[in-house]
């Protein structure tokens, strides 16, 4: 049975104001990257107040629940939808009445809208739920921010099966649009990413006594131009790739050189094997540098998130779907992305749909990005995201 458009949307207009209270709340009480207690704890609450019954914590703080209809069996293969807890460790400098009361934390990524957002589905598709094609799987997931990724935790605590998971979809924040506006990108999207910690070990002493010290600062510089050098020189045609440092730490002096030095930087690309073969030379590039200075650099490579791949298909019909809602004009193709985003284990699993949602608006000031102490969206925009996500679940062909 197809729902009237206009019926659905009364419907999504009428959750709006709720899902507008829904963020100012969790804007106020943002939680780091697995500690997301209290907002776990608020969604279980408001998935309950809805009339939901099937919730189950995942992965510590994670919270998943499915909406069936009365025609569904429990073996039914279901589609899900997914938003992320954590918040980032930024101090606010907004001046509203919603702003972060917790010391030095924020959600400066938008995952307080995406939250938002899927409570509001949940109200939405519980209200028309025997009229779901499938059952609806509603993944509230931690840790997004911080390897190694919630999305992990998810997958393995069982978190797409019973019912067995088909597809999945998630849009996040884009403040580089105007509210009203989406982007799209099928296949590869965004870039794979590995952290690198590095301890820098040499030999402390006076700075002028030459010969009687080993530098680490030295050995740490040489192995950041090596290391550039080598991701910059030896990267494969056409396939993107990025290394950068942004922590290089030595409590030396003047005339104070310090037992040992302390880096870290990022490594991103669009190819998995080349991610592979390219880690392997920077440890021999750490080691090369070792043995020329006989000191000792101790290379960590923390495996991050993998590529984002959106499946073709499902991504040419959701953006078909977005371009009746919001119109053609406003619905945009994106390019290839190198920031990361633990969403994409999911896509290396079953196909996926992780798509951007305006969220900026320059008339009244909301202009800065993601990870900015004053980002900020035009609350608009969340009615949009239901309306999406609403319609791709009411979708039966999908």
Not at 233 to 254: H, K, M
Not at 273 to 301: F, P
Request: aromatic share 10%; charged share 25%; hydrophobic share 35%.
């Amino acid at each position: 049975m197809r729902i009237d458009p206009q019926h659905l949307f009364s419907k999504t207009n009428a959750v709006f104001k709720k899902m507008c209270t829904y963020r100012k709340h969790l804007h106020m009480y943002p939680e780091l990257s697995y500690k997301e207690f209290k907002t776990a704890g608020f969604v279980k609450d408001t998935l309950e107040d809805i009339g939901l019954s099937d919730i189950r914590f995942i992965g510590g703080t994670g919270v998943v629940t499915t909406i069936y209809a009365k025609h569904h069996s429990k073996n039914d293969k279901c589609i899900a939808f997914r938003a992320d807890l954590d918040a980032l460790p930024i101090q606010e400098l907004n001046d509203v009445n919603y702003k972060s009361r917790n010391d030095g934390v924020m959600h400066a990524c938008g995952h307080d809208v995406h939250t938002s957002i899927l409570l509001g589905l949940a109200e939405v598709l519980f209200s028309f739920r025997n009229e779901l094609p499938r059952p609806v799987k509603l993944i509230f997931q931690p840790g997004e921010e911080e390897n190694p990724g919630g999305a992990n935790l998810i997958i393995d605590g069982g978190g797409l099966k019973d019912p067995e998971v088909s597809k999945i979809f998630a849009l996040h924040v884009y403040p580089d649009f105007e509210f009203g506006n989406c982007g799209f990108k099928e296949g590869l999207y965004m870039a794979s990413s590995d952290e690198l910690h590095l301890t820098v070990k040499g030999k402390g002493g006076h700075g002028a006594l030459k010969g009687q010290t080993i530098n680490p600062l030295f050995m740490g510089a040489e192995f950041i131009i090596a290391a550039q050098k080598y991701i910059n020189t030896c990267t494969p045609n056409d396939v993107p790739s990025v290394i950068n440092f942004g922590r290089f730490e030595a409590l030396g002096s003047t005339n104070v050189i310090p037992d040992e030095a302390v880096i870290k930087g990022t490594f991103r690309t669009m190819d998995e094997v080349w991610r592979s073969d390219a880690k392997k030379h920077l440890y021999e590039i750490a080691k090369m540098i070792s043995n020329k200075h006989e000191g000792q650099i101790h290379l960590n490579i923390s495996k991050g998130y993998p590529n984002l791949i959106n499946d073709s298909r499902l991504t040419r019909t959701v953006k078909k779907i977005t371009e009746d809602i919001i119109g053609k004009e406003n619905t945009h193709n994106l390019g290839l992305r190198m920031t990361a985003e633990d969403f994409a284990f999911y896509s290396h699993l079953v196909p996926v749909c992780f798509f951007r949602l305006g969220v900026g608006n320059n008339t009244k000031g909301i202009i800065h990005n993601v990870h900015n102490a004053r980002f900020d969206i035009d609350p608009e925009s969340m009615l949009t995201g239901l309306n999406i996500f609403s319609k791709i679940a009411l979708t039966p062909d999908i």
